[in-house]
């Protein structure tokens, strides 16, 4: 038994501090380059092409139902979402956010295709419980003023963290090992040039890097990719045992992600957003608070709030203009605005271009920031080495 | 630390929840929600040969000629590229169920005034009985960069338009 114990994995804490400013980074990610989605233009769809998946909410439907249903489900996301953003009623929000997108989305999947973007979506419903409302909320300013704050159990938060790692290397490995049973690891085969081919010629994914690698006839390379995607994918579910290991295939998927987004030009946003939970918070709460520029700005809160305030301001007004727009599929991202002002063509295109190079960043600054952790360790190691030495002598 | 007995019987039993959603989605049919991910499986038999699905949409005039048929065919309704294949998939399938008969369906009536109202957009002066779908995966060479002659899985399937 004892062995089996071994292989429980670690604790996945996060202090729900972390937690909270990942709340506000979801949201602000989720708003400044994806948009929120609308489900109203559903509402008047062809019933025709009805075709629900077999397990789902929908199939109990004949058709789509009528425009008022999607206007509430629309409205319900809306105000979960700004709800979770403020952090009101956190906990309730996060849970209506994600039923109620789930409810959209299984009419938006009714014409024969699942999009699988549900990590993206069932991140609120993992972290409400794990405190990502206890911090920079509203929530939290009234518990602090009546003098009742609670704080969420260590051990449960990182229980709930630790099953939405187990998801997400769970999801990565329904993947893998479809590939591993349909001979991807076969020497001959070349899979991911094989689809490759596919997407570039079936679907017209033709972007970005895609021709150029549609060129290269070297098989070490392309065998080298499938088996990479199979590590990946496979080991993901092993790796979720130590949380240091899931780290490094976090990261490892980052990229994996970025390549096939310059590749297959698929942007698979969902997984991104959700990895993000794992980032160094910690680290980087310590960098920005000894950071000069931003200690500067703190000193100047008139002009923080100003600014603040401005942009709130410019963001509602947007905001009421795209309300106005009921026919469009989601509220467009607000780089996604400030391109159609400038009439830029492609803006979603670009918005979640720009987020990939975000996500890339963000992954050199961890590298960057575990570098750091590990030379300041061995300083220390060699620091106390050094004082024993000296007190043996 | 809770003890390590009941953290083993949470994770396990979560992890049993999510085999039994794979096992479903794998036996019978994917459900939503999902956390299957995309799989991209298989892979090319024969090295530098890959067999690519492809379908068309004609749209048949009242004098037999056959003419393409808009790419934005179904975006009105349907706005994702991606979304066009399982579309097209569908429409096939419901025609292949006999009882969707504009006569008695109002779904399949909607659809025909929709069809209608696009090819009227694309063809101002054409007169049309039918759509033509045709599916059939070709062969590709990866080394000539060419598509091969041989054609596999092709179907036909007319909508009509009256």
Request: hydrophobic share 45%; net charge positive; proline share 4%.
């Amino acid at each position: 038994m004892n062995y089996i114990y071994k292989l429980l994995p670690d604790s996945y804490y996060i202090h729900p501090k972390y937690l909270s400013m990942y709340r506000l980074a979801y949201c602000a990610i989720t708003l400044i380059f994806i948009g929120l989605p609308a489900f109203t233009w559903l509402g008047d769809n062809l019933s025709y092409l009805y075709s629900p998946p077999r397990y789902s909410l929908a199939y109990f439907f004949s058709g789509f139902p009528g425009s008022s249903f999607f206007l509430t489900i629309t409205l319900i996301n809306l105000i979960s979402f700004f709800g979770i953003l403020w952090g009101v009623r956190t906990r309730i929000v996060s849970v209506t956010y994600t039923l109620s997108s789930i409810v959209g989305y299984s009419f938006w999947y009714s014409f024969g295709k699942i999009d699988h973007n549900l990590l993206w979506l069932i991140v609120p419903l993992f972290l409400a419980f794990a405190g990502w409302g206890d911090y920079y909320s509203i929530d939290a300013r009234t518990r602090r003023a009546k003098n009742t704050e609670k704080k969420v159990d260590e051990d449960f938060n990182s229980m709930i963290i630790t099953l939405f790692a187990i998801t997400i290397a769970f999801s990565m490995f329904t993947a893998g090992f479809q590939k591993l049973i349909t001979g991807w690891a076969i020497w001959e085969a070349e899979a991911v040039k094989g689809h490759l081919f596919e997407n570039y010629y079936a679907l017209k994914r033709d972007k970005l890097l895609a021709n150029f690698f549609l060129n290269m006839d070297f098989h070490l390379l392309w065998k080298s990719m499938d088996y990479s995607a199979l590590i990946l994918e496979v080991g993901f579910i092993i790796s979720v045992i130590r949380r240091q290991l899931f780290g490094y295939f976090v990261a490892a998927a980052v990229i994996f992600h970025l390549l096939v987004f310059l590749m297959f030009n698929i942007v698979f946003i969902s997984n991104l957003v959700a990895y993000l939970v794992f980032f160094d918070w910690e680290s980087f709460s310590k960098q920005v608070k000894s950071n000069q520029f931003l200690n500067r700005l703190r000193g100047n809160i008139a002009f923080v709030k100003s600014l603040i305030f401005t942009s709130v301001a410019l963001f509602v007004i947007a905001f009421i203009y795209q309300l106005s727009n009921y026919t469009a599929i989601r509220f467009p991202s607000l780089i996604e605005v400030a391109l159609n002002f400038f009439n830029i063509p492609e803006s979603y295109q670009i918005s979640l271009s720009l987020l990939f190079i975000g996500s890339f960043v963000v992954l050199v600054y961890s590298a960057k920031l575990y570098l750091s952790k590990l030379n300041k360790n061995t300083t220390t190691k060699r620091f106390v080495r050094f004082n024993e030495l000296e007190n043996q002598i | 630390m809770k003890k390590p007995f009941t953290r083993l019987m949470i994770y396990g039993s979560f992890l049993t929840v999510l085999c039994l959603h794979y096992l479903i989605a794998r036996r019978l049919s994917e459900p939503y929600p999902s956390l299957i991910f995309p799989s991209f499986s298989g892979a090319p038999k024969t090295p530098n040969q890959f067999q690519v699905p492809v379908h068309e949409i004609f749209a048949v005039t009242t004098t037999k000629d056959t003419l393409p048929v808009d790419k934005d065919f179904f975006r009105k309704k349907v706005p994702y590229v991606e979304y066009e294949i399982p579309v097209v998939k569908t429409l096939v399938k419901k025609e292949s169920i006999s009882y969707n008969n504009s006569a008695v369906d109002p779904d399949k009536a909607r659809f025909i005034e929709y069809a209608k109202e696009q090819l009227k957009q694309q063809y101002p002066d054409k007169n049309f009985e039918s759509l033509l779908i045709i599916q059939e995966r070709r062969t590709y060479n990866t080394d000539k960069k060419i598509t091969l002659a041989s054609v596999t899985d092709h179907k036909k399937t007319f909508i009509q338009l009256r």
